[in-house]
C-alpha cells in the first residue's frame, strides 16, 4: 500500500517532470520557428545591394525581394551617388529594419528598408566596413587611403561630422558585441577590443583595450557568432578568435580556403555562407552549406554578403 506521504512525493515529482517537460517543448517549438523562417542574403557589389530570397534560389535563378541601386537613389547628393559606386558593405541593423552600406569609392549610407530614404551620409575614404552603435551613432573602418587608416566615429543626426577617431592600418572589420559592450575591429594586420568612452556626452571617445597580431596576413572580414567568438577572415585563411581566451584558432569549415571576402557562419545549425575572391578581388558567386548550393548574379562584381533571418 502507498503512503500518503509516498504518494505526495509522487505527484510533486511528476508535477516537476512535466512542468520541465512543458518548458522543453516551449522552446523545441521555438526553435523550429526559427529554423522555419525564411532565410534572406543581403549581398553588394558595384553600386548595388540587394536582398535574395535563399530558399528558392539557386544557381543563376535568383528570387530578389528587395534592392537598392546609389544611382537610382536621388536624395543622395550627386557626389555621393559617385561615393558609392563599389559597395563593400550591406549589414541589416536596427532589428533588421535599416541597412548599413559602405563603399570604398568612398562613402557610407544608412538606408530606411522600407522606404529606401537615405536616413544618413557621409564621405570616407575607402570605407570597407561599419557598424550601428549605441544612441544611433556610427563606427566605420577605413583601408589604405589618403586620410583613412582607420576607425571613424559618426552621428545619424550629424551627417559628416566625424566624432572621434582612432589610427588603424587597413581597417576592413567592426562589429559590437552588445553583451560586454566592446567594439572589435580588424586591421591588416591586428585585431583590437575598444570601449566607449562618453558616450551619452556631445564627445564621445574610443579607448584601446587589446590588441593581437593575426594569424595570417591582411585581414578582410570580421563577424560576431556569439557573444564569445568572432570568425575572421585572412588573404591566406578563416580563423575563429574565442574572446574570453583571447586565442585563435582555425575556423576548419573553410580550413585552406584563401581570399574569403565575407562569412556568415550559425554555430547552432552549421549553416554557412561566404564569398571568395575569384576575378582579382571579386565574384559572381554565393556559396551555401548546410545545405549546399552557389546562388550566381553575372555581371556583378560582387564582394560581401550578409545573412538577414525574418
Known amino acids: 500500500m502507498i ?29 523550429l520557428h526559427l529554423a522555419a523562417g525564411k532565410e534572406l542574403l543581403v549581398a553588394c557589389g558595384d553600386d548595388l545591394v540587394m536582398i535574395i530570397n535563399s530558399e528558392i534560389s539557386e544557381g543563376d535563378n535568383v528570387n530578389v525581394v528587395w534592392s537598392w541601386k546609389a544611382s537610382d537613389a536621388r536624395d543622395l547628393p550627386e557626389v555621393y551617388r559617385e561615393y558609392m559606386r563599389s559597395n563593400d558593405e550591406c549589414k541589416p541593423v ?20 522600407e522606404t529606401k530614404k537615405s536616413l ?23 583601408s589604405t587611403a589618403e586620410h583613412g587608416n582607420s576607425i571613424e566615429i559618426y552621428d545619424v543626426s550629424k551627417p559628416g561630422e566625424v566624432l572621434c577617431r582612432d589610427s588603424l592600418y587597413s581597417g576592413h572589420g567592426i562589429v559590437w558585441i ?6 572589435f575591429a580588424l586591421g591588416g594586420s591586428e585585431l583590437r577590443s575598444y570601449s566607449l568612452t562618453d558616450w551619452n556626452g556631445d564627445k564621445p571617445g574610443l579607448t ?5 597580431n593575426l594569424p595570417g596576413a591582411g585581414g578582410h572580414d570580421l563577424v560576431s557568432v556569439s557573444d564569445g ?18 586565442r585563435f584558432s582555425p575556423f576548419t569549415q573553410l580550413e585552406g580556403v584563401r581570399d574569403v571576402k565575407s562569412v556568415n557562419f550559425n554555430e547552432y545549425s552549421g549553416r554557412l ?12 558567386n ?17 564582394y560581401k554578403v550578409r545573412v538577414l533571418n525574418q
Not at 94 to 113: A, E, F, H, Q, W
Request: contains cysteine; hydrophobic residues 40%; charged residues 25%.
Open 120 to 142: 544618413f551620409y557621409a564621405h570616407v575614404p575607402m570605407a570597407h566596413s561599419a557598424e550601428y552603435l549605441p544612441n544611433d551613432r556610427i563606427a566605420v573602418a577605413l
Open 229 to 246: 567568438r568572432l570568425v575572421l577572415t585572412t588573404e591566406d585563411g578563416v580563423w575563429n578568435f574565442d574572446i574570453q581566451k583571447e
Open 178 to 183: 552588445q553583451g560586454t559592450e566592446t567594439l
Open 3 to 31: 503512503r500518503d506521504s509516498e504518494r505526495h512525493q509522487v505527484v510533486v515529482s511528476m508535477e516537476k517532470y512535466f512542468k520541465n517537460f512543458a518548458l522543453f517543448s516551449i522552446c523545441l517549438i521555438s526553435l
Open 208 to 212: 584601446m583595450e587589446k590588441s593581437w
Open 94 to 113: 536596427d532589428g533588421n529594419t535599416k541597412m548599413l552600406i559602405t563603399s570604398s569609392s568612398g562613402g557610407v549610407v544608412l538606408v530606411d528598408r
Open 273 to 284: 555562407v561566404y564569398t571568395k575572391a575569384e576575378e582579382s578581388w571579386w565574384t559572381e
Open 286 to 302: 554565393i556559396y551555401c552549406r548546410n545545405p549546399d548550393k552557389v546562388i550566381s548574379i553575372p555581371g556583378l562584381k560582387l
